[in-house]
């Protein structure tokens, strides 16, 4: 399992790769990833099996909300509540 | 009969005055409401100068304003046209140059992205929201300056149905996005026949789904004024999320759908769809790209008692044919039709010898009728090309569309459409002329080559890979090209992968072999 550190490492890393591709250079840890095209309709579930493959967590359709995956810092919360066994599901 | 597209609103404020016309990120608009604040606007866009003809250009996300700015530019006896507030500042600034708009309606942020880039054309913004603590620019208005202006009637206008309503870009083989005009009568020959077909009411809730510069949006937004009914916009990062876009349209009540396929797959396979959660919904149209099969089948099943139409038409017909999916015929249907004209239209197949095709033959579909376009916004020679004269009657001139889409008819009469004559591509309806991407790869000063290929996609329809060859083996990175394209071209064309080579393969003529590259690279996925 990843410590905190290597969390938020993984998940920027992967971020950052993606961001490249669209031409993005900065991401800081509290921009919106789809506002900025970052994060799109594909681009979600690139990262979704991202991080059941990376990370070992499994996460439902229901949990593919924006709640959690709006930017870098509300990924890391969701993904670490998910290894505490507590997923924030759908509810807007 | 409404002869210009102001007049669906005029006309529905009169009868729905108190009803919601618009709702955007949870502000809504009563008929009354804006009817009023466009009329404001006409006189607004007059004061600053603009008249008959003149483009005001609409670059801010979709907001209930958007619809205010639409019918308020209409009302000036302006043409609007939506600026995608995603693309890189070097192509709103061409298509503001190319058009030459002269007033802006935008906001403080999309402004900034403009603000190394000269546009000489603009004379005033009008901002969409308030100024921010005095940074006032010369010519710039605050949207309460709106306040000031007569709201219960709009300024005079001799206007007839012939009038370009607003200008749709889209992408151009040669490097640069083409502005397809479009008249009142092309949007109404459509708008009336929708409303006839699809019978919307007053109590519909129906959604926007398609940003503004595409052509989806006309019938969102022009087929609810005309009802009386109420336009739903999705909020643009909605449509990241299934589970989040479904909920929406559970809790807002939709009950008519128009997208893109590849919106309505997403929503198949992770939206957990079904009749009970959306149970106000009646009627699902799609068009822009190719349904596939599997998933249509799919939304049929899990929507049982919605109504699905598949429509097709390239912008500058709008909507031009349409095809009522049968659900008996559905499980042993291999492919979808396009299907047969609509109303007010002709649609005919050609083979190259001038031939009308005959059933099962293959033909490019010409569309006659008001629904065609005039041609494209300051490209005369463009125009000639994809307008032709009508050759197969002499009676009298007219235009035909040359849709360069490849169909062939069945013994029903019903279209299927089987591809492109040319380059032209679709990746979640979105039209890519791959020679645009080219341009901007060979922009680039470090590229020698480039050629852009389609890879067939599921779910949304095509991705794009590019080959570069490099003037200096080992100087360029896949990364730094599509960071270069990013400047020049929307989101949705850059490459998703770049492949770096030393030459590309050529014909025997010499061009470079796209076959051959978009081959090799089907060989290496198998």
């Given amino acids: 399992m990843s410590t905190g550190l290597d969390l938020k490492a993984e998940i920027r890393k992967f971020v950052m790769e993606n961001a490249q591709t669209k031409g993005v250079t900065e991401v800081s840890d509290d921009m919106s990833l789809t506002d900025s095209g970052i994060v799109d309709s594909l681009g979600i579930f690139r990262l979704v099996s991202f991080l059941e493959e990376n990370v070992g967590v499994h996460i439902g359709d229901d949990e593919i909300i924006l709640d959690n995956f709006r930017t870098i810092a509300d990924i890391e919360r969701f993904v670490n509540k998910k290894m505490n066994g507590k997923g924030e599901k759908a509810s807007i | ?526």
């Avoid at chain 2, 709702?23 to 004061?47: I, V």
């Avoid at chain 2, 919605?306 to 017909?317: I, M, S």
């Avoid at chain 2, 300051?378 to 090309?385: L, N």
């Fill in chain 2, 1 to 526: 009969m409404p002869y210009i597209l102001q007049q669906l609103l005029t006309e529905s404020a009169r009868g729905h005055a108190e009803r919601s016309a618009a709702w955007a990120r949870g502000r809504t608009l009563s008929y009354r409401e804006l009817e009023e604040r466009s009329n404001q606007l006409a006189h607004f866009l007059r004061e600053r100068g603009i008249k008959k003809g003149d483009r005001v250009g609409l670059f801010f996300p979709k907001a209930v304003e958007s619809v205010v700015a639409m019918f308020g530019a209409l009302k000036a006896g302006a043409v609007y046209v939506p600026l995608d507030p995603n693309q890189p500042a070097e192509r709103i600034t061409y298509i503001i140059n190319n058009c030459g708009i002269k007033g802006l309606i935008t906001s403080a942020d999309r402004l900034r992205v403009l603000e190394h880039s000269s546009t000489p054309s603009v004379e005033f913004t009008l901002l969409t929201h308030e100024l921010s603590n005095g940074s006032v620019r010369p010519n710039t208005f605050a949207w309460s300056a709106l306040a000031s202006f007569p709201a219960d009637h709009a300024p005079e206008l001799q206007a007839t149905t012939t009038d370009l309503a607003y200008i749709l870009y889209t992408s151009g083989s040669t490097g640069r996005p083409k502005g397809v005009m479009l008249s009142h009568q092309n949007a109404l020959t459509f708008v009336e026949w929708c409303a006839e077909m699809f019978e919307i009411a007053p109590a519909d809730r129906v959604s926007n789904h398609a940003p503004l510069h595409f052509d989806l949006s006309v019938f969102d937004v022009y087929n609810t004024i005309k009802a009386g009914a109420t336009l739903y916009m999705v909020p643009d990062e909605l449509a990241v999320f299934p589970a989040s876009l479904a909920h929406w349209i559970e809790e807002k009540q939709i009950t008519v759908w128009y997208s893109v396929p590849s919106a309505l797959v997403h929503l198949v396979l992770h939206g957990n769809v079904n009749g009970d959660r959306f149970r106000n919904l009646r009627l699902i149209l799609f068009a822009g790209e190719v349904f596939p099969q599997k998933y249509l089948k799919q939304l049929a099943e899990l929507l049982p008692d919605v109504e699905l139409y598949n429509l097709y038409g390239p912008t500058e017909t709008n909507v031009c044919t349409y095809y009522r999916v049968d659900r008996a015929l559905l499980p042993v249907m291999d492919r979808l039709p396009i299907g047969r004209a609509c109303g007010n239209t002709e649609v005919f197949a050609v083979d190259e010898h001038d031939g009308m095709v005959g059933v099962g033959e293959v033909g490019e579909l010409y569309v006659r009728g008001p629904a065609v376009t005039p041609g494209y916004w300051g490209d005369p020679e463009k125009t000639a090309r994809m307008c032709v004269p009508n050759r197969f009657q002499s009676n009298f001139e007219e235009k035909l569309y040359r849709t360069g889409d490849l169909v062939s008819p069945d013994q029903n009469g019903d279209y299927y459409f089987l591809g492109r004559r040319d380059s032209q591509i679709k990746s979640r309806g979105y039209r890519i002329e791959l020679g645009e991407i080219e341009a901007a790869l060979l922009s680039h000063t470090g590229v020698c080559e480039a050629a852009a290929v389609a890879i067939p996609d599921e779910e949304i329809g095509n991705r794009i890979k590019a080959f570069v060859s490099p003037h200096d083996p080992g100087s360029l990175t896949a990364v730094e090209l599509q960071r270069h394209c990013a400047t020049r071209v929307p989101r949705y064309m850059i490459p998703e992968l770049i492949e770096l080579c030393g030459s590309l393969p050529k014909t025997s003529t010499g061009k470079i072999d796209r076959v051959r590259l978009a081959q090799a690279n089907s060989q290496a996925a198998d």
